[in-house]
């Protein structure tokens, strides 16, 4: 897939917002994508959290999975199903390593999150840190794109309670975040809905992002 590593707005030193990554028709076929693995096997369920709480998105990890009750990588989906995950197929992994250098960074992605929220998805603050402890330290970056409706994402410090910034992630728009952004608290609070090209036919929106650090 191609890319348009266009503009980037530097929002903190290492996090930049990359608006209109990818045309319309890539959103479409990004979109179609996005559907196509959720509705693979194993495909999309809604992870439930180490305190008992369902999330609000819907979730499909590619590569590794993201284990929601022991924050951590696994070959399956042992706290749902225990089924294998799906690959990280090789031109979405090129897309995480395009965004990234977009950004100026670079990144060997073996993990891939897709999130779908629903029109009253929302993501609360977290930091990413489940990756390998070197790729944190060396600030590998976490890569994102968003298809559909407008989120509303917010950044924050490295503590919770810090202050944040919201960022309007609009569809085909990259975020990325690494070196001394790496550790920043983030997450969603929610989304402009009706917002998402029509041609998408999407209501709500697909959030990927892409790791380096899952594999032991
Ligand atoms: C995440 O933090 O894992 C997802 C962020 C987003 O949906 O933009
Ligand atoms: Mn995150």
């Known amino acids: 897939m191609k890319t348009d590593a266009g503009t980037r707005i530097e929002i903190f030193p290492g996090a930049l917002h990359l608006p209109g990554f990818l045309s319309v028709a890539q959103q479409y076929v990004l979109g179609a994508r996005c559907r196509s693995i959720g509705t693979g096997s194993p495909g999309w369920y809604v992870p439930t959290v180490r305190g008992g709480g369902k999330m609000s998105v819907r979730m499909v990890c590619l590569g590794y999975h993201w284990n929601p009750k022991t924050y951590t990588y696994e070959t399956r989906r042992q706290d749902y199903d225990g089924q294998p995950v799906q690959a990280l197929p090789g031109d979405l992994r090129d897309l995480g390593v395009r965004l990234a250098g977009a950004a100026g960074m670079q990144i060997a992605p073996d993990v891939c999150i897709l999130n779908y929220y629903g029109v009253d998805g929302k993501m609360g603050l977290h930091q990413d840190k489940d990756e390998r402890p070197e790729t944190l330290r060396a600030g590998l970056p976490i890569v994102s794109v968003s298809i559909g409706d407008t989120a509303k994402f917010v950044l924050g410090g490295f503590n919770r309670k810090d ?40 209501n709500g929106r697909f959030n990927l992002t892409f790791r380096e650090g899952a594999a032991n």
């Not at 944040?164 to 809905?193: C, E, I, N, Q």
Request: hydrophobic residues 40%; glycine residues 20%; proline residues 5%.
């Open 163 to 202: 202050s944040t910034t919201t960022v309007l992630l609009k569809s085909g728009d990259g975020f990325v975040f690494g070196g001394l952004s790496r550790l920043r608290y983030h997450g969603v609070a929610g989304l402009l809905p009706g917002t998402a090209p029509r041609g998408l036919a999407l």
